[in-house]
T-cell receptor, first 111, second 112 residues
Framework: NAGVTQTPKFRVLKTGQSMTLLCAQD?????MYWYRQDPGMGLRLIHYSVGEGTTAKGEVPDGYNVSRLKKQNFLLGLESAAPSQTSVYFCASRTSQETQYFGPGTRLLVL | QQQVKQSPQSLIVQKGGISIINCAYENTAFDYFPWYQQFPGKGPALLIA?????SEKKEGRFTISFNKSAKQFSLHIMDSQPGDSATYFCAASQRNAGKSTFGDGTTLTVKP
């Protein structure tokens, strides 16, 4: 099992550009999450999904959109990137048990 | 509103010493309290977790102490080693609630 994988690992964007981050899990987990991690601010939940076809807002959803068309994939989109979105993005998944399994992260730099 | 407060923000311990990280929560409906360990450049990974029906859980050098009445729980790392140097996050969740609440993290440095 690969667990949780994230694509790409690193990306540089210019302000106003768009991009999609891909998260994939091969553990048949129902729940999937997108977090951002900034220095001194821990993990902040952007959006999450409790099952295929569902999405919900977390604590910092503005400027991001998500889709869960397939159970194994959870996409995070930035329609018009801003420097404030420079961060490390982590995807996670879990079953009905509460332990979350995290991906390796995507480093995003917005210039 | 931050529902899980973690302290200290950073911690420096000598090799062989005891590292203690504390968390306090507000929501009495939380019923699962994990600790995650994160090494630089990696994603967080579960270290140890506890449910509120027990006051302590030990796995090797790592122990969670849980005080339900005070709404506090802590991570104790005995005989701390340089390889334990990492960022530690506490978290809390409610069964089937869909999401967890994380503390802000503690950066632990163990000096040789």
């Amino acid at each position: 099992n690969a667990g949780v994988t994230q694509t790409p690992k690193f990306r540089v964007l210019k302000t106003g550009q768009s991009m999609t981050l891909l998260c994939a899990q091969d553990m048949n987990h129902e729940y999937m999450y997108w977090y951002r991690q900034d220095p001194g601010m821990g993990l902040r939940l952007i959006h999450y999904s409790v099952g295929e076809g569902t999405t919900a807002k977390g604590e910092v959803p503005d400027g991001y959109n998500v889709s869960r068309l397939k159970k194994q994939n959870f996409l995070l989109g930035l329609e018009s990137a801003a420097p404030s979105q420079t961060s490390v993005y982590f995807c996670a998944s879990r079953t009905s048990q509460e332990t979350q399994y995290f991906g390796p992260g995507t480093r995003l730099l917005v210039l | 509103q931050q529902q899980v407060k973690q302290s200290p923000q950073s911690l420096i311990v000598q090799k062989g010493g005891i590292s203690i990280i504390n968390c306090a929560y507000e929501n009495t409906a939380f019923d699962y309290f994990p600790w995650y360990q994160q090494f630089p450049g990696k994603g967080p990974a579960l270290l140890i977790a506890i449910r509120p029906d027990v006051s302590e859980k030990k796995e090797g050098r790592f122990t969670i102490s849980f005080n339900k009445s005070a709404k506090q729980f802590s991570l104790h790392i005995m005989d701390s080693q340089p390889g334990d140097s990492a960022t530690y996050f506490c978290a809390a969740s409610q069964r089937n609630a869909g999401k967890s609440t994380f503390g802000d993290g503690t950066t632990l440095t163990v000096k040789p």
